[in-house]
């Protein structure tokens, strides 16, 4: 499909701008009488506004008050979609009142303020932050891709840049994942155990790697998952749209929960293994082959798919909460803080999906503890079979509340380096790839 089989520079090129910048467009009814009076309309009109003169001010790249030819081309190959001169001036015309060839704030403001932006497709959705962020427990919704990205086979580069930042992200806080992982199995009231006496207790009993055991799997698993979960939430979309070419956000938000489900019960006998080698003794498992083949001959193709449900409830949680907590943290900064640009900035968005992933993970950790327990439980000298609500009241009657919880300190305290990690990975590699800014 070629670019202009899909863009019309009369109306797209803006939509772009406008989902880059979102601008509330529905009235909002503050006393909730279904009416709308002076007041509201007014005060509607004021918010819209103000995005509206945030717009502006980015696009207005030289800050002379006025956007240009060379300014709106610049703004649209930001976005990844570069257009040819004469597209270009077609959208200038379509706004340009006076016919100088450039927009000043009151053309711009004047042909916005009551422009149904709403209504345009959404083309592109500019604050993405999954992908960059990798912590380890891949439950967020995945990315989104315009049409271009899959028409030039960027989808693929921005993949595999994310898919690089999370290998060695995962790799860096290994020691702190294999400590949750110990702590969530083998801690209780009876044996507590501290960050250092486990680490100690490691160390003394497999040396230094030890730290890294189950590290292998956890990357390798990447790939797989990525690719199952970004097909299977693009079929799920369009499964789950009410109209072609557009998506609401609980359409979206249940086609990447389905997606998470799916990509999770191809791949959920490598999270198995996972458990298995980060917890073995030395000399228990040779390798990841040798793990797979004497958990098929002892237990059964079944024991693949223990803690699965847990598992499989802990997504819906975590991808819901990540997501409303993302969204309502950066457009509370918008609201408060964005005077000269309506882009939040590098730092704020990291800032934004560092704490929607925590909020995330608080939600879903005592469905991930139950899950670990059953994955490592055949593997447990003398430890009961038990299902998953046995294993909750067991947990709750012995440990209390906060029984649910354990391992959660080292949990987040991979969060900041994991992210942090990530994020500088992800960027070197989309130079490498030449993926534009």
């Not at 790697?209 to 693009?234: C, D, H, Q």
């Not at 998506?247 to 019960?265: C, D, I, N, P, Y």
């Not at 409830?313 to 309502?328: F, K």
Request: charged fraction near 25%; proline fraction near 4%.
């Amino acid at each position: 499909m070629h670019r202009s089989d899909f863009f019309n520079p009369d109306t797209d090129a803006w939509a772009l701008c406008i989902c880059r910048y979102p601008i509330p467009i529905r009235y909002r009814y503050e006393d909730k009488d279904d009416g709308l009076d002076f007041i509201e309309f007014s005060n509607y009109l004021k918010e819209h506004e103000k995005k509206l003169r945030l717009t502006f001010k980015s696009l207005d790249k030289n800050d002379d008050g006025q956007i240009d030819l060379m300014e709106i081309q610049q703004s649209l190959a930001d976005l990844g979609l570069n257009i040819s001169k004469e597209e270009a001036q077609k959208i200038l015309q379509s706004i340009d009142v006076d016919g100088t060839m450039t927009l000043d704030w009151n053309e711009w403001r004047e042909h916005f303020l009551f422009n149904p932006a709403t209504d345009l497709q959404e083309i592109i959705r500019f604050w993405k932050h999954s992908t960059v962020l990798d912590i380890g427990d891949s439950l967020s919704i995945p990315d989104e891709f315009t049409e271009e990205e899959k028409t030039t086979g960027m989808w693929w580069k921005q993949l595999s840049a994310g898919a690089m930042a999370g290998a060695v992200s995962r790799t860096g806080t290994a020691p702190l994942d294999r400590m949750k992982v110990f702590m969530q199995v083998h801690s209780s009231k009876s044996n507590q155990i501290s960050l250092v006496g486990g680490f100690k207790q490691m160390l003394k009993e497999g040396g230094l790697m030890s730290l890294w055991r189950g590290n292998g799997i956890n990357v390798l698993k990447i790939a797989p998952e990525t690719a199952i979960k970004f097909m299977a939430y693009e079929q799920f979309k369009k499964l789950l749209s009410s109209e072609p070419g557009k998506v609401k956000t609980h359409e979206r938000f249940m086609a990447g929960s389905l997606a998470g489900a799916t990509a999770q019960t191809v791949i959920y006998p490598m999270e198995v293994m996972k458990t298995r080698l980060t917890l073995r003794k030395t000399g228990q498992y040779s390798g990841m082959f040798d793990c797979a083949k004497k958990i098929l001959k002892r237990e059964g193709v079944k024991a693949f798919y223990k803690g699965y449900i847990p598992n499989l409830i802990g997504i819906i949680p975590y991808a819901g909460i990540d997501l409303a907590v993302y969204e309502s943290l950066k457009n509370l900064w918008l609201s408060r803080y964005a005077k000269d640009s309506a882009n939040p900035g590098v730092v704020v968005l990291l800032g934004c999906g560092t704490l929607s992933s925590t909020c995330g993970q608080l939600a879903s950790y005592p469905l991930a503890l139950i899950r670990t327990r059953m994955q490592a439980q055949a593997s447990l000298e003398g430890s009961e079979q038990l299902p998953m609500n046995l294993m909750v009241k067991k947990i709750l009657k012995n440990e209390g509340f906060f029984g649910l919880y354990r391992g959660i300190l080292p949990n987040f305290m991979k969060v900041i380096p994991a992210v942090s990690i990530s994020y500088v990975v992800y960027e070197h590699m989309r130079s490498e790839l030449g993926i534009q800014k």
